[in-house]
T-cell receptor
């Protein structure tokens, strides 16, 4: 595997379900990000992890819970979601979250549908 | 708050034509990135710009970091059908944050 991978690619869940999205980067980067992409709206930054520490929570509802066990893996745990949470969830990584070398590389995304 | 206006929102062009799109900001940026996103995929980085006035090419793509540091331009020369997709700009302010602001995208359709 190369670059940034995400699983699953598609997910359909009910509002009472609990599911998790997984992201893995094979680029040796230190920073990882979760974004939400909704139709007709700009990409919205959700969370940032730098060297496994959460450095940004962009006022995301608590029904989204991130986890970063190491610099290569990032999870987004989902529970009691709402239909308006349906979107493409993108993971990205960069060399470092704090310097010029922070050009972000994206995974293919998980298309989430909440029924 | 910071805004990033990207235009045009969409465009239809004939194969072989040149394409131009731009992003403007209400704030000064110190980094501009241009991405392309195909349906069902994540954005793929095309060009990164780090210095005002910088002009960088990637094949048929050329992007420029505006002198005012509030805008950036992307040009595609001699478009081909596989250029179809959504092109996003992203900018980062001088505040030292690693947070990027993304434009709403330019949807490009190429007519063969």
């Amino acid at each position: 595997e190369t670059g940034v991978t995400q699983t699953p690619r598609h997910l359909v869940m009910g509002m009472t379900n609990k599911k998790s999205l997984k992201c893995e980067q094979h680029l040796g980067h230190n920073a990882m990000y979760w974004y939400k992409q909704s139709a007709k709206k700009p990409l919205e930054l959700m969370f940032v992890y730098n060297f496994k520490e959460q450095t940004e929570n962009n006022s995301v509802p608590s029904r989204f819970s991130p986890e970063c066990p190491n610099s290569s893996h990032l999870f987004l745990h989902l529970h009691t979601l709402q239909p308006e949470d349906s979107a493409l969830y993108l993971c990205a990584s960069s060399q470092s979250g704090l310097e010029r070398l922070d050009t972000q590389y994206f995974g293919p995304g998980t298309r989430l549908t909440v029924l | 708050g910071q805004q990033l206006n990207q235009s045009p929102q969409s465009m239809f062009i004939q194969e072989g034509e040149d394409v131009s799109m731009n992003c403007t900001s209400s704030s000064i940026f110190n980094t501009w990135l241009w991405y392309k996103q195909d349906p069902g995929e994540g954005p793929v980085l095309l060009i990164a710009l780090y210095k005002a006035g910088e002009l960088t090419s990637n094949g048929r793509l050329t992007a420029q970091f505006g002198i005012t540091r509030k805008d950036s331009f992307l040009n595609i020369s001699a478009s081909i059908p596989s250029d179809v997709g959504i092109y996003f700009c992203a900018g980062r302010t001088t505040s030292g944050t690693y947070k990027y602001i993304f434009g709403t995208g330019t949807r490009l359709k190429v007519l063969a």
